[in-house]
């Protein structure tokens, strides 16, 4: 399989999710802006969507959006990084991929745009705190976002706050959501999808 990514883009949550499930893999970087891969191939070509992630499978099938991807690569593994199809708890899971990737991701996007008025952008930073909030007050005695196991979710929502820190959020109010950012960083898999996008120094 081939990930199409960019270093710290969400595409880091299928990233982590491919080194949980032990899958091999082989990390394509993209130029998002320019559309463009390493060797200088139109990405546009690959993915018309022109965005990442997308996952080439050994059939030269192309998966893309990130909520689809990591639950394929946790069925394609099935090392309880998802629970079980049509179960009560793999709603629960689609239940926080889909707040992950509304309420997070797209709150996110328009704080990386030089273009949008500042006073625009500090509407969408409040929004997300209280989200942020939110979230804080579900991981209370909470590992992680379905309990104990950690999931592909929580490599969604790590991704995005590793995204807040970028955009300096003041989360330091909020003691349940970094205990579990630290808890999720401190992950081998999740340092050494860091480390692999140039993101972490190599110890």
């Known amino acids: 399989m081939k990930l199409y990514y960019s270093p710290g883009a969400c595409s880091l949550s299928p990233h982590i999710a491919l080194l949980e499930a032990g899958l091999p893999y082989d990390l394509v970087k993209v130029d998002v802006r320019a559309k463009k891969l390493e060797n200088g191939d139109d990405y546009l070509k690959v993915n018309p969507k022109g965005q990442v992630p997308?996952?080439?499978?050994?059939?030269?099938?192309?998966?893309t959006e990130g909520p689809v991807i990591v639950q394929m690569i946790a069925d394609k593994?099935?090392?309880?990084?998802?629970?079980?199809?049509?179960?009560?708890e793999r709603y629960k899971l689609l239940e926080w991929l889909n707040f992950?990737?509304?309420?997070?991701?797209?709150?996110?996007s328009p704080l990386f745009q030089p273009v949008i008025p500042d006073d625009v952008k500090t509407f969408f930073r409040d929004r997300?705190?209280?989200?942020?909030?939110?979230?804080?007050?579900?991981l209370a005695g909470r590992?992680?976002?379905?309990?104990?196991?950690?999931t592909v979710a929580d490599g969604y929502l790590f991704t995005m706050l590793s995204w807040a820190d970028r955009m300096k959020f003041d989360l330091s109010a909020m003691p349940n959501l970094l205990a579990y950012k630290a808890?999720?960083?401190?992950?081998?898999?999740?340092q050494e999808a860091l480390t692999k996008e140039g993101l972490l120094k190599a110890a």
């Open 54 to 63: 997308a996952l080439q499978l050994d059939s030269g099938e192309l998966v």
């Open 77 to 88: 593994a099935g090392k309880g990084l998802a629970p079980a199809r049509d179960s009560a």
């Open 100 to 108: 992950v990737g509304t309420e997070l991701h797209k709150n996110f």
């Open 128 to 138: 997300l705190m209280t989200k942020f909030k939110y979230l804080d007050g579900e």
């Open 143 to 150: 590992d992680h976002l379905m309990g104990k196991q950690f």
């Open 183 to 190: 808890r999720v960083a401190a992950r081998p898999t999740v």
